[in-house]
């Protein structure tokens, strides 16, 4: 048989977001709450600023000098561009748009490398090796936890590797349902490449706009589907990585028992033990069928104990997201001190509606009421699903907006066993609510949804939300977040559910892994990365090694 792999041809001009991208906070320039706007949302919690913070002129920004420069084969890859360096400083988290909105930009990269090809990305990491220079791959920058951030002040210098020029959807294999893709590839741009062929690689994180293959591998992402192939780990044929010590090519194949998964080592190694520069990833046919309901609950605990039982089900509903009620009413979707169950279903195949009824009355059973019950429930239903879903696409601007206000607003996620769920989510409540009132001396707002769904246990999505002071916030924001992460460790669940270790959670994930594996994990690095220059400080502390 001739071979069924076929290029893709020509790849699509980038998104729009990526030219328009806010170099400070979330998203695009343009959906930037104004002042305004910021002020009034300022309003809707006590003790905010009186005035948003202004945004700094770029041309204003004072940066560290460049401390080294590329040699003449490397400068064409090279940017040393204020707007660059700035852009690439910090992720997307809190933290990092406090701390841009301060001007505060002292741990901006010396250079921002823009690799065309993979053969660039190895001559970068030849030459850094040799120089002493720290490498951070950059896929868009949207990590919330520290990922692209250089903090370990032990190298000559420091590039950003931004690999948004490996784009391109290079193969799609039809028969096998699969394509090569880039890692640079935005999530938009990945879809339009795949969307004439029928195919989607249906995975959408909120990110999607702002985030890469590259990252979502790197990272193990969660997509927006609450069950069943929802975590990139389930999509991945074959991965194709560059370390220091040579490129790293698994074998495409649907399964292997053939000893440990190379790929496994590499999913979540969060560019420290190499550069994802390309993979083979499992696609699916485009959904023709979909449908939603939402369920409102008196009790959130009958709420929880209804998502189990749908977790459990076998039924794989796409969505499936419980909001408490102060999620429910943050989103716009219920004001009466109800918890909401957001369900969904699709498929490409066959109808979907005896399914999605089936979903209906397990949350029935378990004390839940349809909302509406009238003849145009279904066009209702999606009407509050699609409020959810706007709600959380423009939650980290209004996150941002808060910002400007002196408002901590960020969140943290996880997951748990369902017999340690309703223990969590009440200590979360109580515990941490007086964490920040300590800290902050207001009552403050804890809210939570429940993303994620397994049969063995949900993914918990945690939301503060209290008034900060002007100057202090990073370091408000950090005292809660340490009380949160140990919350989590007393209670058995992961520090990170799909925001991935970084710099941030490193702290609580020596708590969470065996020290058998951690001493593995020091050998493999050392290994692939001799000189230490991936990434320093992620996964790793860099003064000891791990």
């Given at each position: 048989?001739?071979?069924?792999?076929?290029?893709?041809?020509?790849?699509?001009?980038?998104?729009?977001?990526?030219?328009?991208?806010?170099?400070?906070?979330?998203?695009?320039?343009?959906?930037?709450?104004?002042?305004?706007?910021?002020?009034?949302?300022?309003?809707?919690?006590?003790?905010?600023?009186?005035?948003?913070?202004?945004?700094?002129?770029?041309?204003?920004?004072?940066?560290?000098?460049?401390?080294?420069?590329?040699?003449?084969?490397?400068?064409?890859?090279?940017?040393?561009?204020?707007?660059?360096?700035?852009?690439?400083?910090?992720?997307?988290?809190?933290?990092?748009?406090?701390?841009?909105?301060?001007?505060?930009?002292?741990?901006?990269?010396?250079?921002?490398?823009?690799?065309?090809?993979?053969?660039?990305?190895?001559?970068?990491?030849?030459?850094?090796?040799?120089?002493?220079?720290?490498?951070?791959?950059?896929?868009?920058?949207?990590?919330?936890?520290?990922?692209?951030?250089?903090?370990?002040?032990?190298?000559?210098?420091?590039?950003?590797?931004?690999?948004?020029?490996?784009?391109?959807?290079?193969?799609?294999?039809?028969?096998?349902?699969?394509?090569?893709?880039?890692?640079?590839?935005?999530?938009?741009?990945?879809?339009?490449?795949?969307?004439?062929?029928?195919?989607?690689?249906?995975?959408?994180?909120?990110?999607?706009?702002?985030?890469?293959?590259?990252?979502?591998?790197?990272?193990?992402?969660?997509?927006?589907?609450?069950?069943?192939?929802?975590?990139?780990?389930?999509?991945?044929?074959?991965?194709?990585?560059?370390?220091?010590?040579?490129?790293?090519?698994?074998?495409?194949?649907?399964?292997?028992?053939?000893?440990?998964?190379?790929?496994?080592?590499?999913?979540?190694?969060?560019?420290?033990?190499?550069?994802?520069?390309?993979?083979?990833?499992?696609?699916?046919?485009?959904?023709?069928?979909?449908?939603?309901?939402?369920?409102?609950?008196?009790?959130?605990?009958?709420?929880?104990?209804?998502?189990?039982?749908?977790?459990?089900?076998?039924l794989h509903p796409a969505n499936c997201r419980l909001?408490?009620?102060?999620?429910?009413?943050?989103?716009?979707?219920?004001?009466?001190?109800?918890?909401?169950?957001?369900?969904?279903?699709?498929?490409?195949?066959?109808?979907?509606?005896?399914?999605?009824?089936?979903?209906?009355?397990?949350?029935?059973?378990?004390?839940?009421?349809?909302?509406?019950?009238?003849?145009?429930?279904?066009?209702?239903?999606?009407?509050?699903?699609?409020?959810?879903?706007s709600a959380f696409l423009r939650m980290p601007y209004?996150?941002?907006?808060?910002?400007?206000?002196?408002?901590?607003?960020?969140?943290?996620?996880?997951?748990?066993?369902?017999?340690?769920?309703?223990?969590?989510?009440?200590?979360?409540?109580?515990?941490?609510?007086?964490?920040?009132?300590?800290?902050?001396?207001?009552?403050?707002?804890?809210?939570?949804?429940?993303?994620?769904?397994?049969?063995?246990?949900?993914?918990?999505?945690?939301?503060?939300?209290?008034?900060?002071?002007?100057?202090?916030?990073?370091?408000?924001?950090?005292?809660?977040?340490?009380?949160?992460?140990?919350?989590?460790?007393?209670?058995?669940?992961?520090?990170?559910?799909?925001?991935?270790?970084?710099?941030?959670?490193?702290?609580?994930?020596?708590?969470?892994?065996?020290?058998?594996?951690?001493?593995?994990l020091r050998a493999v690095k050392q290994a692939l990365?001799?000189?230490?220059?991936?990434?320093?400080?992620?996964?790793?502390?860099?003064?000891?090694?791990?």
């Amino acid at each position: 048989m001739a071979d069924s792999t076929s290029p893709v041809t020509p790849p699509v001009s980038r998104s729009n977001s990526s030219r328009n991208r806010s170099w400070w906070g979330w998203g695009t320039a343009d959906k930037a709450l104004p002042d305004a706007e910021c002020t009034a949302l300022g309003g809707l919690v006590p003790g905010s600023a009186a005035t948003p913070l202004p945004v700094p002129d770029i041309s204003a920004l004072e940066l560290p000098k460049v401390r080294v420069e590329p040699p003449s084969a490397l400068a064409p890859l090279m940017s040393a561009a204020p707007r660059d360096r700035a852009s690439h400083t910090y992720g997307k988290a809190y933290r990092d748009v406090v701390r841009a909105l301060n001007g505060d930009l002292s741990a901006a990269p010396d250079q921002v490398a823009h690799p065309r090809t993979e053969q660039d990305v190895i001559d970068v990491l030849d030459w850094a090796a040799d120089a002493d220079v720290a490498v951070v791959p950059y896929g868009a920058g949207s990590s919330v936890v520290g990922g692209v951030e250089y903090r370990a002040d032990r190298h000559r210098g420091v590039v950003s590797l931004d690999l948004s020029s490996l784009d391109r959807v290079l193969e799609i294999d039809p028969v096998s349902r699969a394509a090569r893709i880039q890692a640079g590839a935005l999530g938009p741009d990945l879809e339009a490449q795949l969307r004439p062929h029928g195919l989607t690689l249906r995975h959408f994180p909120q990110s999607f706009e702002f985030s890469t293959l590259g990252g979502w591998l790197a990272t193990r992402a969660g997509g927006h589907y609450a069950t069943l192939y929802t975590h990139i780990d389930d999509l991945v044929e074959s991965l194709r990585v560059v370390t220091p010590v040579g490129v790293n090519q698994s074998l495409r194949l649907p399964g292997s028992g053939a000893g440990p998964s190379p790929d496994r080592m590499f999913l979540g190694s969060e560019g420290t033990l190499g550069v994802i520069t390309e993979a083979w990833m499992r696609l699916q046919d485009r959904p023709r069928h979909k449908a939603s309901a939402t369920v409102l609950f008196s009790d959130v605990h009958a709420a929880m104990n209804a998502l189990r039982a749908i977790a459990q089900s076998g039924l794989h509903p796409a969505n499936c997201r419980l909001l408490d009620p102060g999620e429910a009413a943050l989103a716009g979707v219920a004001r009466d001190g109800e918890s909401v169950l957001v369900l969904g279903v699709e498929s490409a195949h066959s109808p979907v509606g005896e399914r999605l009824a089936q979903l209906v009355t397990l949350a029935r059973d378990h004390g839940g009421s349809p909302a509406p019950s009238a003849p145009d429930a279904q066009d209702a239903a999606e009407d509050a699903a699609g409020t959810w879903r706007s709600a959380f696409l423009r939650m980290p601007y209004l996150r941002d907006a808060l910002a400007r206000m002196s408002v901590i607003t960020e969140t943290f996620e996880t997951a748990c066993t369902w017999d340690r769920a309703p223990g969590l989510y009440e200590s979360v409540r109580r515990d941490l609510g007086d964490v920040v009132r300590e800290v902050t001396g207001t009552v403050g707002t804890i809210n939570c949804r429940f993303t994620h769904v397994y049969p063995d246990g949900p993914a918990p999505y945690f939301t503060v939300i209290a008034p900060g002071r002007h100057g202090e916030e990073v370091a408000m924001w950090d005292e809660i977040k340490t009380a949160a992460m140990q919350i989590l460790t007393d209670h058995g669940a992961t520090v990170t559910h799909h925001h991935a270790v970084g710099r941030d959670h490193r702290p609580g994930y020596y708590r969470q892994r065996p020290e058998p594996f951690a001493h593995a994990l020091r050998a493999v690095k050392q290994a692939l990365d001799p000189a230490g220059i991936l990434n320093p400080g992620v996964l790793f502390d860099p003064a000891a090694a791990g």
